[in-house]
């Protein structure tokens, strides 16, 4: 590791240089960043899993941008041309963009105008024009002196004329390879230029991107969600998107660095220099930089929309498991029937059956007595339904049912998104293969309320929530991303190695999937792993994976006491011997949760030397010692049962309901309130106060106390708020939506709508 990396990590980031390099080295030391973020605390200043990656996003651009600049040196020296300005420019470069700009002018280029110019012998002309010492006459003589005829076509130049135009091409090339003009340029346009949008020939006049059909916007000031929408658009052929430049700042940019007397004669070559000038910045560096500039807005673009989507895909992965209930789940559709299939309060599946009650059937007085047979013989407690076709129809027969026969069970709308995926895939066949695959999905929308973590993690994470955006960003990135959240948030759950799948364990700290079906295959030899000590034995599972993985697995009544927490089997000596010296309790006596146990700030410091543990290590082992099966799902809102139908008609203005968040967007929140489609709380009515962003107010399976603010029959929409009664004045309240036009965009499938969120790196420095 390079000394100066540390310090130039450490200009971009609020963090210490002896903690960058602490860091530094257990990344370089393979350490994964959720082995890192739970047991190094001590070293990284107790830095969380995203504050880690994070830094390593920060510490890998340094590395690959000091390569670049090694490398770019390398290449410009063994042309002979480095010079100790540019050596210095290079080396001062913040970013790998103004690096490349430094460099564009040495790489070579094939079939460029200036470059067939140049095969030409039309560089010294081209130099005296740069020069613009002499009047318009005496250039066009010089340039009577670059005509030739040759036999080969290549370095013909038939006239004065020809010869001209030539030396202004290699001008206009270099015009557009000058990087600090670019960099002057893109810093004011990124600032001052403008979007704006014209509908095409094929523009539809009811289509989704209406609200942008006369759109116009400063650059910097365009929402994340709305570009990706307009470059949606762009691709459909439905917009033209126009990013006017400040020409006239441009212009006089450019003569600053070409025309070094300015405009000082009248009739001298500096008009021809001009022409050149202005042919560069039209015809080569205003497309170049409109790209760049694209480029990287659709980059913060995605981050910004894959964050969110990160965030509401972790809350969706903590949902709370709804335990030691027989679920019964029910997997709507019309023609080919609602398929029903029931687990026991372990999963095991049980039973699974057809019924009828939606059209063109419509047989309800069948289906009612099976599903009133299924109930009371295998002792139904919840029935998850699914949320695809024929759902609400599906939910109203649920609720006549109940409400008919006063039943106590009840029942929740669970999303079936991508469950098609799972249920045709290797997986499913392996697990239930004499089942077909209707009945795979209604097993799985069953398992999904039981235990969601372990279900959703057998599905690709891009394919776990529809979401308006996710066809739209970088496809590579987002699977990067959400791959991290994924991770991330399994390894924050306790993970029993007997029973978790290998689709769940190959998101452990450096488990693979190949090692992860290594486990699942020696618990299926060996019947379970009976201490965490037997764990070694798996094949593929090297020491350092071994290390990583072993704290985020658990064994319960295991030959280890300790196996059940989270304690590291690295620490197992130290705690034994805290608890005999210090708690007079003996391995054999050891008995699980010691609630009563408790420890100050002097004797962790004292236990800490004495013991040679890390005090923020102690800590953690005393907390597992006083509650060793917290899950961090226990402290999520619970569920929202349903025994009953809401149907929309039933809803007035101003009434109050209690339900959970489904989503979090850019432009506000969606409510579960009971109805097919969930209710919208824009984001100027999340507070009383103004709130920038929604996922700072509130977060996916969050329970909120909302009032209806408006009621859309027709197209069943229902806009709610999160605001005190007392403070709303209903002029304002019934005006929200000219504020929230252009934060809303509408995706075909109504339901399919999310956003994004600006990125907030908590390292790097405003």
Sequence with gaps: MAVNLVDLVANKTWLEKKVIRNIITLLDEWNTIPFIARYRKELTQGATDEQLRDFNDVYNYTKNLEARKEDVIRLIDEKWLMTDELRQQIMEAETLARVEDLYRPFKEKKNTRATIAKAKWLEPLAEILRKAEISKEDFEAEAEKFVKDTWDAKTTVKNKEEAIAWAQDIIAEDVSD????????????????????KPTKTFEENWVYKIYADYSK????????AFLALLRAEKEKQLNLIIDFSWEHTLESAKKYFIPNGWKWLWTSVEYLNWAIEDGLKRLLIPSIERELRADKKRWADEA?????????????????????????????????????????TGKFLFNTVIYPTAPQNDTEKAEAILMWLIEQYHIDLISLGNGTASRESEQFLANVIKKHKLKVQYIITSEAWASVYSASKLAQDEYPS????????????????????????????????????????QKFLKE????????????????????????????????????????????????????????????LWPKAYEQAIWFLRIKNGKEPLDQTWIHPENFKQVY?????????????????????????RQIAEWSEKYSIWKETLEDC???????????????????????????????????????????????AFVDIGLHNDGLVHKSQMANHYVSNPIEVVSVWQKVSVRVLDIDLEREKVSLTMKDQSSMKSKAEHDFKKNKKEDVVRSRDEDDTSSSLKSNITFTKA
């Design 622 to 668: 005393i907390k597992e010692l006083q509650r060793p099966w917290l899950d961090p799902r226990d402290e999520w809102d619970a569920p929202c049962f349903k025994s009953d139908v809401l149907d929309i008609k039933d809803l007035k203005i101003w009434m109050q309901l209690e339900w959970v968040v489904r989503n979090v967007t850019d432009f506000g």
């Design 305 to 345: 929309a894959i964050k969110v989507f990160g965030e509401n895909l972790k809350n969706l992965l903590l949902t709370p498991p709804i335990q030691w209930k027989t679920v019964l789940g029910f997997d709507p559709a019309f023609r080919t029937g609602c398929k029903l299939a029931i687990v026991d309060p």
């Design 218 to 225: 400063k650059w910097n000031e365009i929402p994340s969600y």
């Design 178 to 197: 000058h990087a600090n003009l670019r960099e002057d340029i893109k810093n004011h346009e990124e600032n001052n230029a403008k979007i704006s949008t």
């Design 481 to 540: 991303k959400l791959d991290e959240k994924v991770e991330d948030t399994v390894n924050s759950v306790w993970v029993d190695v007997n029973t978790a799948s290998y689709t769940l364990l190959q998101y452990i700290a450096w488990l693979s999937e190949k090692i992860a079906k290594s486990i699942v295959e020696y618990r299926d030899e060996n019947w379970a792993f009976e201490s965490k000590a037997e764990v070694k034995k798996v094949k593929w």
């Design 435 to 474: 089942l077909d695959v209707t009945v795979r999905w209604a097993i799985s929308i069953a398992h999904r309320v039981q235990d969601p973590l372990a279900e959703l993690t057998k599905i690709d994470p891009k394919s776990i929530w529809v979401w308006q955006y996710q066809h739209d960003v970088d």
């Design 577 to 601: 011997e805290i608890l005999k010296n210090e708690f007079w309790v003996e391995k054999k006596n050891l008995v699980l949760p010691m609630t009563d146990i408790s420890i100050n700030e």
